[in-house]
Protein backbone atom coordinates (compact mmCIF):
# COMPACT_ATOMS: atom_id res chain seq x y z
CA UNK A 1 0.00 0.00 0.00
CA UNK A 2 1.15 3.39 -0.60
CA UNK A 3 -0.25 5.33 2.00
CA UNK A 4 1.70 4.84 4.65
CA UNK A 5 0.33 5.25 8.89
CA UNK A 6 2.79 6.52 11.12
CA UNK A 7 3.26 7.62 14.77
CA UNK A 8 5.64 10.76 15.90
CA UNK A 9 6.17 11.21 19.81
CA UNK A 10 7.88 13.65 21.64
CA UNK A 11 10.28 13.64 24.27
CA UNK A 12 10.10 10.14 25.89
CA UNK A 13 12.82 10.39 28.83
CA UNK A 14 12.62 7.28 29.89
CA UNK A 15 9.27 6.63 30.51
CA UNK A 16 8.65 3.19 27.80
CA UNK A 17 6.54 1.45 29.56
CA UNK A 18 3.96 4.94 29.20
CA UNK A 19 4.82 4.70 25.87
CA UNK A 20 4.51 1.91 24.36
CA UNK A 21 1.01 1.25 26.49
CA UNK A 22 -0.24 4.02 24.97
CA UNK A 23 0.95 2.46 21.67
CA UNK A 24 -0.66 -0.61 21.81
CA UNK A 25 -4.33 0.73 23.09
CA UNK A 26 -3.93 2.93 19.61
CA UNK A 27 -3.47 -0.25 17.50
CA UNK A 28 -5.89 -1.74 19.48
CA UNK A 29 -8.48 0.86 18.58
CA UNK A 30 -7.46 2.07 15.02
CA UNK A 31 -5.31 -0.69 13.23
CA UNK A 32 -1.38 -1.20 13.00
CA UNK A 33 1.07 1.54 12.10
CA UNK A 34 4.19 0.96 10.35
CA UNK A 35 6.62 3.11 12.59
CA UNK A 36 6.95 5.29 15.54
CA UNK A 37 9.27 8.53 15.21
CA UNK A 38 10.80 9.26 18.36
CA UNK A 39 11.81 13.24 18.62
CA UNK A 40 13.43 14.79 21.82
CA UNK A 41 15.02 13.16 24.79
CA UNK A 42 14.55 9.26 24.10
CA UNK A 43 15.82 8.71 27.65
CA UNK A 44 16.17 10.58 30.65
CA UNK A 45 17.92 10.35 33.92
CA UNK A 46 15.93 7.22 35.53
CA UNK A 47 15.64 5.36 32.62
CA UNK A 48 18.02 2.22 33.46
CA UNK A 49 15.60 0.34 34.96
CA UNK A 50 13.10 0.34 31.87
CA UNK A 51 15.77 0.52 29.26
CA UNK A 52 17.58 -2.74 30.99
CA UNK A 53 14.40 -4.89 30.13
CA UNK A 54 13.93 -3.83 26.73
CA UNK A 55 18.02 -4.05 25.67
CA UNK A 56 18.40 -7.58 26.86
CA UNK A 57 14.86 -8.57 24.88
CA UNK A 58 13.23 -9.04 28.37
CA UNK A 59 10.36 -6.39 26.29
CA UNK A 60 10.06 -5.30 22.80
CA UNK A 61 8.93 -2.52 21.35
CA UNK A 62 5.24 -3.26 19.83
CA UNK A 63 6.23 -1.34 16.62
CA UNK A 64 9.31 -0.58 14.88
CA UNK A 65 10.98 2.76 16.62
CA UNK A 66 13.53 4.98 15.19
CA UNK A 67 14.72 7.55 17.59
CA UNK A 68 17.47 10.68 17.49
CA UNK A 69 20.45 10.56 19.37
CA UNK A 70 21.38 11.94 22.89
CA UNK A 71 20.91 15.99 23.58
CA UNK A 72 23.45 16.02 26.68
CA UNK A 73 26.64 14.63 27.78
CA UNK A 74 24.46 12.63 30.55
CA UNK A 75 22.47 10.29 27.76
CA UNK A 76 25.46 9.69 25.59
CA UNK A 77 26.13 6.11 27.20
CA UNK A 78 22.64 5.22 26.00
CA UNK A 79 24.20 5.17 22.18
CA UNK A 80 27.18 2.61 21.79
CA UNK A 81 27.91 3.76 17.92
CA UNK A 82 27.52 7.87 17.35
CA UNK A 83 26.50 6.75 13.86
CA UNK A 84 23.70 5.47 14.08
CA UNK A 85 23.06 1.38 15.43
CA UNK A 86 20.33 -0.76 16.72
CA UNK A 87 19.41 -0.21 20.04
CA UNK A 88 17.22 -3.01 21.32
CA UNK A 89 14.75 -5.25 19.17
CA UNK A 90 12.80 -2.89 17.04
CA UNK A 91 14.23 0.26 18.45
CA UNK A 92 16.98 1.52 16.29
CA UNK A 93 18.79 5.27 16.94
CA UNK A 94 18.93 6.77 13.18
CA UNK A 95 22.27 8.61 13.56
CA UNK A 96 23.38 11.89 13.96
CA UNK A 97 22.42 13.02 10.59
CA UNK A 98 21.17 11.95 7.35
CA UNK A 99 18.37 10.57 5.45
CA UNK A 100 16.70 7.35 5.57
CA UNK A 101 14.43 6.07 3.36
CA UNK A 102 11.97 3.56 3.87
CA UNK A 103 10.46 0.07 1.66
CA UNK A 104 7.89 2.27 0.60
CA UNK A 105 9.64 5.19 -0.69
CA UNK A 106 9.60 7.74 2.18
CA UNK A 107 12.11 9.76 2.85
CA UNK A 108 12.62 11.20 6.36
CA UNK A 109 15.76 13.81 7.18
CA UNK A 110 16.85 13.39 10.59
CA UNK A 111 19.23 15.57 12.53
CA UNK A 112 20.03 14.67 16.02
CA UNK A 113 21.44 16.59 19.11
CA UNK A 114 21.40 20.53 19.90
CA UNK A 115 22.86 23.34 18.25
CA UNK A 116 26.53 24.83 19.26
CA UNK A 117 28.69 26.85 17.88
CA UNK A 118 31.78 25.03 18.46
CA UNK A 119 33.79 23.07 15.91
CA UNK A 120 34.16 20.12 16.12
CA UNK A 121 30.47 19.75 17.57
CA UNK A 122 30.34 17.30 20.99
CA UNK A 123 28.65 14.02 19.95
CA UNK A 124 25.29 15.46 21.15
CA UNK A 125 25.19 18.45 19.46
CA UNK A 126 25.42 19.97 15.57
CA UNK A 127 26.77 22.37 14.64
CA UNK A 128 26.52 25.33 11.44
CA UNK A 129 29.11 22.57 9.38
CA UNK A 130 26.92 19.58 9.94
CA UNK A 131 23.74 21.39 8.93
CA UNK A 132 25.56 22.80 5.85
CA UNK A 133 26.57 19.06 5.19
CA UNK A 134 23.42 17.34 5.50
CA UNK A 135 21.90 20.02 3.11
CA UNK A 136 24.31 19.79 0.52
CA UNK A 137 24.28 15.79 0.22
CA UNK A 138 20.42 16.28 -0.50
CA UNK A 139 20.14 19.22 -2.31
CA UNK A 140 22.31 17.83 -4.71
CA UNK A 141 20.18 14.88 -5.63
CA UNK A 142 18.84 15.13 -9.11
CA UNK A 143 15.41 16.87 -9.10
CA UNK A 144 15.06 17.46 -5.29
CA UNK A 145 11.54 18.83 -4.67
CA UNK A 146 11.62 18.60 -0.70
CA UNK A 147 11.68 15.75 1.92
CA UNK A 148 8.50 14.14 3.32
CA UNK A 149 9.44 13.85 6.73
CA UNK A 150 12.06 16.19 9.27
CA UNK A 151 12.81 15.19 12.28
CA UNK A 152 14.79 17.27 14.80
CA UNK A 153 14.98 17.74 18.60
CA UNK A 154 14.94 21.36 18.71
CA UNK A 155 12.00 23.94 17.33
CA UNK A 156 13.27 25.60 14.64
CA UNK A 157 13.62 29.80 15.79
CA UNK A 158 10.47 31.76 13.92
CA UNK A 159 8.44 29.26 12.92
CA UNK A 160 5.64 31.24 14.50
CA UNK A 161 6.05 33.72 12.36
CA UNK A 162 2.94 34.60 10.47
CA UNK A 163 1.49 32.11 12.39
CA UNK A 164 -1.01 30.75 14.72
CA UNK A 165 -0.12 31.48 18.75
CA UNK A 166 2.50 29.31 19.72
CA UNK A 167 1.35 29.79 23.52
CA UNK A 168 4.14 30.31 25.68
CA UNK A 169 6.78 29.45 23.91
CA UNK A 170 8.36 33.20 22.06
CA UNK A 171 9.54 31.42 18.81
CA UNK A 172 11.86 34.70 18.11
CA UNK A 173 13.83 33.81 21.32
CA UNK A 174 13.24 29.94 21.40
CA UNK A 175 14.85 27.37 19.16
CA UNK A 176 17.80 26.88 16.62
CA UNK A 177 18.18 28.90 13.59
CA UNK A 178 20.22 26.28 11.85
CA UNK A 179 16.79 23.94 12.24
CA UNK A 180 15.16 27.21 10.34
CA UNK A 181 17.91 27.03 8.12
CA UNK A 182 17.65 23.41 7.56
CA UNK A 183 13.66 23.28 7.34
CA UNK A 184 13.60 26.29 4.66
CA UNK A 185 16.00 24.19 2.46
CA UNK A 186 14.86 20.74 2.60
CA UNK A 187 11.26 21.86 2.72
CA UNK A 188 9.42 18.95 4.72
CA UNK A 189 6.21 18.06 4.28
CA UNK A 190 6.11 16.91 8.28
CA UNK A 191 8.77 18.46 10.38
CA UNK A 192 8.57 17.25 14.29
CA UNK A 193 10.78 18.01 16.85
CA UNK A 194 10.10 18.54 20.94
CA UNK A 195 12.00 19.77 23.90
CA UNK A 196 10.62 22.59 24.61
CA UNK A 197 7.45 20.68 26.47
CA UNK A 198 4.91 21.86 24.57
CA UNK A 199 2.57 21.09 21.67
CA UNK A 200 2.06 22.85 18.86
CA UNK A 201 0.75 22.67 15.33
CA UNK A 202 1.22 24.90 12.93
CA UNK A 203 -0.99 26.44 10.33
CA UNK A 204 0.97 24.64 7.04
CA UNK A 205 3.17 27.56 5.01
CA UNK A 206 4.12 27.97 1.63
CA UNK A 207 7.61 27.01 0.19
CA UNK A 208 7.26 29.38 -3.13
CA UNK A 209 7.29 32.82 -3.14
CA UNK A 210 3.87 33.50 -4.58
CA UNK A 211 3.29 35.45 -8.26
CA UNK A 212 7.93 35.00 -8.58
CA UNK A 213 7.62 30.48 -8.60
CA UNK A 214 6.08 27.61 -9.20
CA UNK A 215 3.74 26.31 -6.74
CA UNK A 216 5.14 23.73 -4.13
CA UNK A 217 4.14 21.88 -1.54
CA UNK A 218 3.40 23.03 1.94
CA UNK A 219 4.92 21.96 5.22
CA UNK A 220 3.61 21.14 8.50
CA UNK A 221 5.32 21.73 11.46
CA UNK A 222 4.37 19.78 14.61
CA UNK A 223 6.14 19.70 17.99
CA UNK A 224 5.27 17.25 20.20
CA UNK A 225 5.03 17.50 24.34
CA UNK A 226 7.01 14.91 26.71
CA UNK A 227 5.28 11.51 27.41
CA UNK A 228 2.65 10.89 30.39
CA UNK A 229 3.02 14.54 31.13
CA UNK A 230 0.92 16.04 33.81
CA UNK A 231 -0.97 18.87 31.56
CA UNK A 232 -2.37 16.14 29.22
CA UNK A 233 -0.70 17.38 26.66
CA UNK A 234 -0.46 15.83 23.31
CA UNK A 235 2.58 13.62 22.83
CA UNK A 236 1.98 11.49 20.36
CA UNK A 237 0.82 12.39 16.93
CA UNK A 238 -0.74 9.94 14.00
CA UNK A 239 -0.74 10.94 10.47
CA UNK A 240 -1.08 9.20 6.96
CA UNK A 241 0.78 9.81 4.19
CA UNK A 242 1.90 8.70 0.55
CA UNK A 243 5.45 9.15 -0.46
CA UNK A 244 5.93 12.28 -2.40
CA UNK A 245 7.82 10.43 -5.00
CA UNK A 246 4.52 8.52 -5.85
CA UNK A 247 1.88 11.25 -6.15
CA UNK A 248 0.51 12.90 -8.43
CA UNK A 249 2.11 16.50 -9.11
CA UNK A 250 -1.13 18.98 -8.97
CA UNK A 251 -2.41 16.55 -5.98
CA UNK A 252 1.14 17.75 -4.20
CA UNK A 253 1.11 21.19 -4.61
CA UNK A 254 -2.54 21.95 -3.44
CA UNK A 255 -2.84 24.81 -0.72
CA UNK A 256 -4.74 24.24 1.46
CA UNK A 257 -7.26 27.91 2.69
CA UNK A 258 -5.34 28.39 5.86
CA UNK A 259 -1.70 28.11 4.38
CA UNK A 260 0.58 31.12 5.75
CA UNK A 261 3.80 32.78 4.01
CA UNK A 262 7.05 30.83 4.88
CA UNK A 263 8.54 32.02 8.44
CA UNK A 264 12.10 31.74 7.62
CA UNK A 265 11.97 33.85 4.14
CA UNK A 266 13.28 36.71 6.60
CA UNK A 267 16.15 34.87 8.21
CA UNK A 268 17.39 33.30 4.78
CA UNK A 269 17.06 36.97 2.83
CA UNK A 270 19.47 38.31 6.17
CA UNK A 271 21.68 35.12 5.29
CA UNK A 272 21.86 36.45 1.90
CA UNK A 273 22.45 39.59 2.52
CA UNK A 274 25.72 38.95 4.60
CA UNK A 275 26.88 36.67 2.29
CA UNK A 276 26.87 39.33 -1.06
CA UNK A 277 26.53 42.39 0.87
CA UNK A 278 25.24 45.78 -0.85
CA UNK A 279 26.50 49.45 -0.29
CA UNK A 280 24.85 51.24 2.13
CA UNK A 281 24.55 54.47 0.24
CA UNK A 282 23.09 52.32 -2.72
CA UNK A 283 19.16 52.85 -3.85
CA UNK A 284 17.71 48.92 -4.75
CA UNK A 285 17.36 48.77 -8.02
CA UNK A 286 13.58 48.22 -7.70
CA UNK A 287 11.58 51.36 -6.28
CA UNK A 288 7.84 51.65 -5.56
CA UNK A 289 6.28 51.68 -9.63
CA UNK A 290 9.01 51.43 -12.22
CA UNK A 291 12.90 50.48 -11.82
CA UNK A 292 14.81 53.94 -11.24
CA UNK A 293 18.29 52.25 -11.24
CA UNK A 294 20.28 55.17 -12.17
CA UNK A 295 23.49 53.19 -12.51
CA UNK A 296 22.53 51.26 -15.40
CA UNK A 297 21.18 54.63 -17.72
CA UNK A 298 18.32 52.09 -18.68
CA UNK A 299 14.46 51.60 -18.30
CA UNK A 300 12.68 49.27 -17.65
CA UNK A 301 12.37 45.84 -19.96
CA UNK A 302 9.09 46.79 -20.31
CA UNK A 303 9.93 49.96 -22.25
CA UNK A 304 7.90 50.69 -25.96
CA UNK A 305 11.11 51.00 -27.77
CA UNK A 306 12.35 47.16 -26.15
CA UNK A 307 9.12 46.12 -27.08
CA UNK A 308 9.92 47.06 -30.65
CA UNK A 309 7.35 49.73 -30.53
CA UNK A 310 9.22 53.09 -32.02
CA UNK A 311 6.24 55.08 -31.35
CA UNK A 312 6.81 57.61 -28.02
CA UNK A 313 4.76 56.36 -25.41
CA UNK A 314 1.70 58.93 -24.68
CA UNK A 315 1.49 60.39 -21.52
CA UNK A 316 -1.78 58.96 -19.66
CA UNK A 317 -3.98 62.16 -18.74
CA UNK A 318 -5.98 62.48 -15.28
CA UNK A 319 -9.71 61.61 -16.16
CA UNK A 320 -12.67 64.03 -14.50
CA UNK A 321 -14.13 63.04 -11.62
CA UNK A 322 -17.34 62.17 -12.02
CA UNK A 323 -18.48 64.62 -9.07
CA UNK A 324 -17.28 66.61 -6.13
CA UNK A 325 -13.97 65.97 -5.28
CA UNK A 326 -12.26 65.97 -2.56
CA UNK A 327 -9.05 65.47 -3.51
CA UNK A 328 -8.62 67.51 -6.40
CA UNK A 329 -6.00 70.38 -6.09
CA UNK A 330 -8.47 72.59 -8.23
CA UNK A 331 -11.47 71.43 -6.38
CA UNK A 332 -13.43 74.18 -4.10
CA UNK A 333 -13.82 71.25 -1.98
CA UNK A 334 -10.22 70.67 -0.79
CA UNK A 335 -9.12 71.30 2.72
CA UNK A 336 -6.36 73.79 2.07
CA UNK A 337 -5.46 74.69 5.32
CA UNK A 338 -3.75 71.03 4.97
CA UNK A 339 -1.83 70.98 2.91
CA UNK A 340 1.91 70.62 3.08
CA UNK A 341 3.96 70.52 0.50
CA UNK A 342 2.43 70.97 -3.63
CA UNK A 343 5.00 69.61 -6.67
CA UNK A 344 3.94 69.90 -9.98
CA UNK A 345 2.27 66.91 -10.25
CA UNK A 346 1.89 65.91 -6.52
CA UNK A 347 0.92 67.39 -3.16
CA UNK A 348 1.40 66.40 0.28
CA UNK A 349 -1.45 67.32 3.26
CA UNK A 350 -2.08 66.06 6.41
CA UNK A 351 -4.23 63.34 6.85
CA UNK A 352 -7.87 64.57 8.24
CA UNK A 353 -8.46 62.93 11.66
CA UNK A 354 -4.93 61.16 11.27
CA UNK A 355 -3.67 58.20 12.85
CA UNK A 356 -0.71 60.36 14.54
CA UNK A 357 0.21 63.75 14.12
CA UNK A 358 2.48 63.19 11.57
CA UNK A 359 0.26 60.96 9.56
CA UNK A 360 0.53 62.39 5.70
CA UNK A 361 -1.12 61.84 2.30
CA UNK A 362 0.63 61.80 -0.97
CA UNK A 363 -2.01 62.75 -3.67
CA UNK A 364 -2.00 63.50 -7.29
CA UNK A 365 -2.85 67.22 -8.08
CA UNK A 366 -4.90 65.87 -11.57
CA UNK A 367 -7.70 63.46 -10.64
CA UNK A 368 -6.28 59.74 -10.89
CA UNK A 369 -8.42 57.02 -9.18
CA UNK A 370 -4.90 54.46 -8.35
CA UNK A 371 -1.25 54.08 -8.81
CA UNK A 372 -1.94 51.96 -12.06
CA UNK A 373 -3.69 54.88 -13.38
CA UNK A 374 -0.74 56.89 -13.10
CA UNK A 375 1.43 58.28 -15.84
CA UNK A 376 5.07 58.04 -16.04
CA UNK A 377 5.95 61.93 -14.28
CA UNK A 378 3.33 61.47 -11.89
CA UNK A 379 5.16 58.39 -10.65
CA UNK A 380 8.41 59.87 -10.99
CA UNK A 381 7.19 62.56 -8.41
CA UNK A 382 5.47 60.23 -6.29
CA UNK A 383 8.92 58.25 -5.62
CA UNK A 384 10.64 61.75 -4.94
CA UNK A 385 8.35 62.63 -2.13
CA UNK A 386 8.38 58.84 -0.67
CA UNK A 387 12.28 59.04 -0.66
CA UNK A 388 12.34 62.75 1.05
CA UNK A 389 9.68 61.22 3.72
CA UNK A 390 11.61 58.10 4.45
CA UNK A 391 14.77 60.27 4.71
CA UNK A 392 12.47 63.31 7.15
CA UNK A 393 10.92 59.82 9.17
CA UNK A 394 14.27 58.09 10.00
CA UNK A 395 15.92 62.13 11.35
CA UNK A 396 13.23 61.47 13.99
CA UNK A 397 13.44 57.95 14.83
CA UNK A 398 10.78 56.93 12.43
CA UNK A 399 9.86 54.54 9.59
CA UNK A 400 6.56 54.95 7.51
CA UNK A 401 4.92 52.59 6.57
CA UNK A 402 2.46 53.44 3.28
CA UNK A 403 -0.75 51.66 2.01
CA UNK A 404 -3.25 52.36 -0.70
CA UNK A 405 -7.12 50.72 -0.86
CA UNK A 406 -8.01 50.97 -4.39
CA UNK A 407 -11.77 50.53 -3.50
CA UNK A 408 -14.85 52.75 -2.88
CA UNK A 409 -12.84 55.56 -3.43
CA UNK A 410 -12.77 57.80 -6.62
CA UNK A 411 -9.11 59.62 -5.98
CA UNK A 412 -5.67 57.93 -5.36
CA UNK A 413 -4.50 58.84 -1.62
CA UNK A 414 -1.51 57.07 -0.43
CA UNK A 415 -1.34 56.69 3.22
CA UNK A 416 2.00 57.30 4.81
CA UNK A 417 2.09 56.47 8.66
CA UNK A 418 5.68 56.84 10.85
CA UNK A 419 5.64 54.18 13.22
CA UNK A 420 8.86 54.84 16.09
CA UNK A 421 11.95 52.37 15.39
CA UNK A 422 12.13 51.42 19.08
CA UNK A 423 8.46 50.35 18.84
CA UNK A 424 8.41 47.66 16.35
CA UNK A 425 10.58 46.31 13.34
CA UNK A 426 9.46 46.49 9.91
CA UNK A 427 9.47 42.47 10.32
CA UNK A 428 7.12 43.61 12.76
CA UNK A 429 4.66 45.27 11.25
CA UNK A 430 4.73 43.34 7.88
CA UNK A 431 3.66 39.88 9.98
CA UNK A 432 0.74 41.98 11.71
CA UNK A 433 -0.53 43.03 8.17
CA UNK A 434 -0.41 39.35 7.36
CA UNK A 435 -1.56 37.67 10.12
CA UNK A 436 -4.47 40.32 10.88
CA UNK A 437 -4.97 39.48 7.05
CA UNK A 438 -5.56 35.81 8.04
CA UNK A 439 -8.32 36.46 10.22
CA UNK A 440 -10.54 38.76 8.11
CA UNK A 441 -9.82 35.43 5.09
CA UNK A 442 -8.15 38.15 3.37
CA UNK A 443 -4.91 36.80 1.27
CA UNK A 444 -2.79 39.29 1.65
CA UNK A 445 0.25 38.19 -1.02
CA UNK A 446 3.99 39.58 -1.05
CA UNK A 447 4.85 41.59 -4.51
CA UNK A 448 8.31 39.88 -5.17
CA UNK A 449 11.17 42.18 -4.62
CA UNK A 450 11.72 42.75 -8.60
CA UNK A 451 8.29 43.59 -9.45
CA UNK A 452 5.98 46.31 -9.21
CA UNK A 453 1.85 46.64 -8.50
CA UNK A 454 1.45 47.42 -12.26
CA UNK A 455 2.33 44.25 -12.66
CA UNK A 456 -0.25 42.53 -10.55
CA UNK A 457 -3.04 44.72 -11.26
CA UNK A 458 -4.92 46.19 -14.14
CA UNK A 459 -6.49 49.70 -13.88
CA UNK A 460 -9.85 49.36 -12.77
CA UNK A 461 -8.59 46.36 -10.66
CA UNK A 462 -9.82 47.04 -6.87
CA UNK A 463 -7.51 46.34 -4.61
CA UNK A 464 -5.33 46.92 -1.65
CA UNK A 465 -1.82 47.50 -1.04
CA UNK A 466 0.95 47.84 1.11
CA UNK A 467 4.79 49.15 0.99
CA UNK A 468 7.16 49.00 4.05
CA UNK A 469 9.88 51.25 3.63
CA UNK A 470 12.41 48.67 2.65
CA UNK A 471 11.03 48.30 -0.56
CA UNK A 472 8.41 45.44 0.70
CA UNK A 473 5.06 45.01 -0.56
CA UNK A 474 2.23 43.18 0.56
CA UNK A 475 -0.99 43.14 -2.54
CA UNK A 476 -4.51 42.05 -2.11
CA UNK A 477 -7.17 41.88 -5.39
CA UNK A 478 -10.26 42.74 -3.92
CA UNK A 479 -12.99 40.44 -4.96
CA UNK A 480 -16.21 41.29 -2.54
CA UNK A 481 -16.36 43.15 0.16
CA UNK A 482 -13.43 44.93 1.77
CA UNK A 483 -13.43 46.46 5.39
CA UNK A 484 -12.44 50.25 4.77
CA UNK A 485 -10.37 50.62 7.62
CA UNK A 486 -7.99 48.04 7.57
CA UNK A 487 -4.71 49.67 6.58
CA UNK A 488 -5.31 51.80 9.93
CA UNK A 489 -6.70 49.03 11.99
CA UNK A 490 -4.07 46.52 11.49
CA UNK A 491 -1.39 49.61 12.79
CA UNK A 492 -3.69 51.27 15.88
CA UNK A 493 -3.94 47.06 16.76
CA UNK A 494 -2.44 46.60 19.91
CA UNK A 495 0.63 44.84 18.10
CA UNK A 496 1.69 47.81 16.47
CA UNK A 497 0.48 51.36 17.57
CA UNK A 498 -1.87 50.05 20.53
CA UNK A 499 -3.97 52.78 19.34
CA UNK A 500 -7.24 51.23 18.65
CA UNK A 501 -9.95 53.60 19.53
CA UNK A 502 -8.32 55.63 16.30
CA UNK A 503 -8.42 52.96 14.07
CA UNK A 504 -11.85 55.58 12.52
CA UNK A 505 -10.68 58.64 10.91
CA UNK A 506 -14.17 60.21 11.79
CA UNK A 507 -13.53 59.86 15.39
CA UNK A 508 -10.41 61.64 15.42
CA UNK A 509 -12.15 64.65 13.19
CA UNK A 510 -10.62 67.95 14.96
CA UNK A 511 -11.85 71.71 14.53
CA UNK A 512 -10.48 73.09 11.67
CA UNK A 513 -9.12 75.59 13.98
CA UNK A 514 -7.33 72.97 15.65
CA UNK A 515 -6.14 71.49 12.45
CA UNK A 516 -5.14 74.72 11.23
Known amino acids: RSVSCRLACGDVEGRL?????????????????DMLLCVGNFFGSTSETEWAEYRTGAKKAPIPTYVLGANDQETMSYFPDISGCELAENITYLGRRGLYSGTSGLQIAYLSGTETQDEPAPAYSFSAKDVAELKTSLLSTPNFKGVDILLTSPW??????????????????????????????LKPRYHFA????????????????????????????????????T?????????????????????????????????????????????????????????????????QGKKRPSDEKERGNSQPKQAKKPSQPTGPCWFC?????????????????????LAKGGLLPDHVLILPIGHYQSVVDLSSEVVEEVTKYKSALKEFFRSKGKRYVLFERNYRSQHLQLQVIPVPLDHCTSEDIKESFIVQAQEQQIELLEIPEHSDITQVAQPGT???????????????????????????????????????QRADWRRCAAERAEEA
Open 17 to 33: EALFGRVRAIQGKSGRF
Open 156 to 185: PRDVGTFANSAGEIDTKKRGSKLVSDLAAS
Open 194 to 229: AVEKAYYERLPYRNHTVLQETPQHVSRFIALADVGN
Open 231 to 295: SKKKYLYAFSIVPMSLMDPAELVKQPQDVTENPYRKSRKEAQKTKAPLCAEEEPACQFFFDLNKH
Open 329 to 349: LASPEVEKHLVVSIGTHCYLA
Open 462 to 500: PYFYVELDTGEKLFHRIRGRFPLHFGRSVLASEALLALP
